[in-house]
């Protein structure tokens, strides 16, 4: 009997662990889900819901009844593909993608050279100041956008940039950098002026994570710095090349800041100068919101397919490096 009643006592204070075993596992197995729930809560606040918002807008317009006037004489009605037919038509946004490819052809090809040999610089042993020089470098990505904008259109214009002062008193010509050819160049230098630092900055990043070891092997060899950074250094670091580039392909094709900011300085930059200039303009300029809908939508699927598609193409590469 009293071997029972300890059985049965062992056996009662058991089932009275394993409760709150499995209660302790579950809260365990619950808590990822608690800290992501904030983060999955804006992600669809700020980013699923507008989206879904502008394409439910591209698919409709408003119906104009008569004269327009009245309680019930402007309807919204369902319209389809209609807005996306008449944005993939529309003069203006072709001639804006086509400026801003090549602003495109300016920006990242000299941005991303210019942080690489930044970079390769700043990781060789005979520069001083190291950390004063990468913080100098990197201090414009620091500035906001419309301030460095505003800080580079005073400098470009001739009544009130000192360099126009200094060409004028030496007798050399005076370029007008607001207008023409040489307006490209000038967006191109406030683009490239604020993102160089930053592509540096992972370039730099990479190049830091080589193991030692490796350049002691290429000195060993007897090779030089300009062989150890074509040879080692550079396809070492490519995919960091890779992801600047990527970056630079979704910031040049959503360019606004530094147009829009320069547009009061100069009759050259039209309303609709970018694409998303011309979505500006008709959302809040036209006051058709379903068009620049429309209008986003094709640019983000563009932004989308061309980034994409160029990290397929180096994925592909690397695969095919790596099978040698």
């Known amino acids: 009997m009293s071997g029972t009643t300890q059985n049965t006592g062992k056996v009662a204070h058991g089932s009275g662990r394993a409760p709150r ?23 669809l606040l700020f980013f699923v819901l507008p989206i879904g ?59 991303l050279g210019s942080a690489l040999l930044f970079a390769l610089m700043l990781d060789t042993d005979r ?27 005073f400098l470009y214009l001739p009544s009130v940039s000192p360099f126009y002062f200094l060409l004028d008193k030496t007798g050399l010509p005076e370029p007008n950098l607001l207008d023409g050819g040489p307006l490209f160049i000038a967006l191109s230098n406030i683009a490239i002026w604020g993102g160089t630092g930053f592509n540096m900055i992972v ?15 290429a000195k060993l060899d007897g ?43 100069t009759n050259a930059i039209s309303t609709t100068w970018s694409p998303l200039m011309k979505v500006y303009q008709d959302a809040f300029g036209n006051n058709d919101i379903y068009a620049a809908s429309a209008q986003a939508v094709i640019i983000a699927v563009a932004t989308l397919v061309l980034s994409f598609g160029f990290l397929r193409i180096a994925n592909a590469r690397s695969k095919q490096e790596e099978a040698r």
Not at 247 to 257: D, N, R
Request: glycine share 6%; net charge positive.
């Open 21 to 43: 075993a499995r209660t302790h596992s579950g809260r365990v197995r619950r808590a990822p889900y608690a800290f992501l729930f904030p983060a999955v809560v804006l992600f």
């Open 53 to 111: 918002y502008a394409i439910y807008l591209s698919l409709r317009k408003v119906e104009v009844k008569g004269l327009g006037l009245g309680s019930g004489a402007r309807s919204e009605v369902w319209t389809g593909l209609s807005n996306y037919t008449a944005a993939l038509s529309d003069s203006e946004l072709l001639n804006g993608a086509l400026r801003v490819l090549g602003y495109g052809a300016i920006v990242v090809p000299v941005m």
């Open 127 to 153: 520069v001083r100041l190291t950390s004063f020089t990468r913080l100098a470098i990197f201090l414009p990505y620091a500035i906001p956008g419309v301030i460095a904008a505003l800080l580079w259109g």
């Open 203 to 217: 370039i730099y990043t990479s190049l830091r994570a080589i193991p030692a070891e490796v350049y002691e092997a």
């Open 223 to 265: 090779c030089s710095q300009l062989q150890t950074a074509l040879r080692i250094k550079i396809p070492m670091v490519a995919p960091s090349l890779v992801l600047t580039f990527f970056f630079s392909i979704i910031a040049t094709l959503q360019v606004f800041a530094e147009p829009m900011t320069l547009k009061p300085m």
